[in-house]
């Protein structure tokens, strides 16, 4: 039941263009029409579990362990649950940096961002999180690979 990226990106580019673009703008684009999609997420507890578990997994991948190894996890984590709250419409504020100048010079290829969709994904899943409700998130996060990807 894994959807792939570019189906992801067929998706934006179908219907969710204007909530890209402002994914593109902003670090943080509320989608107030997506609170129902942060209640399946189990709220604001919920996604801190689901970053504990998301965070391990990226830990335990050797794709996106060396990327994580070194930072400061928890404060990625914290960053992650406001983010993620933001952007579903729980109504938190996010607090970290923008995208671009979080991961400036880190190096991170396509396949780089890939692998952590798949983790997510994977963590997601593992929590029981509905697939539609997943794959809303992923459509608004998919077009910040503009951001975020550097080669
Ligand atoms: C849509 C995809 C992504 C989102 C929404 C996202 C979001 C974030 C957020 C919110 C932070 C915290 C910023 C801060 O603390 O100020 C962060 C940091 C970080 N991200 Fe991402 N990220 C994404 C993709 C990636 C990818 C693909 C990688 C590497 C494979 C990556 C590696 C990192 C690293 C290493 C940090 C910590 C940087 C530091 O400690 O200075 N991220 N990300």
């Known amino acids: 039941m894994r959807i792939p990226t570019c189906l992801l990106l067929a998706l934006v580019l179908a219907g969710l263009a204007p909530f890209a673009a402002r994914a593109q703008m902003d670090p943080a684009p509320a989608h107030p029409e997506l609170r129902g999609v942060f209640d399946d997420f189990g709220g604001e507890p919920g996604l801190v579990a689901l970053m504990d ?3 391990a997994r990226m830990l335990a991948d050797p794709r996106l362990r060396p990327f ?12 992650l649950v406001e983010q993620f709250c933001a952007i579903l419409g729980g109504g938190c504020a996010y607090s970290g940096r923008s995208m671009i100048e979080s991961h400036a010079g880190l190096g991170i290829t396509r396949a780089d961002f890939n692998a952590l969709v798949e983790v997510l994904q ?19 996060l998919a ?3 503009r951001e975020i990807v550097e080669r």
Do not use: C, T, Y
Not at 68 to 79: E, I, N, Y
């Open 122 to 140: 994977e963590a997601m899943a593992g929590r029981g999180i509905p697939f539609r409700s997943q794959n809303r998130l992923l459509a608004v």
């Open 53 to 55: 578990d998301f965070m």
């Open 68 to 79: 994580f190894v070194d930072s400061d996890q928890a404060l990625v984590k914290r960053h």
């Open 143 to 145: 077009p910040m690979h």
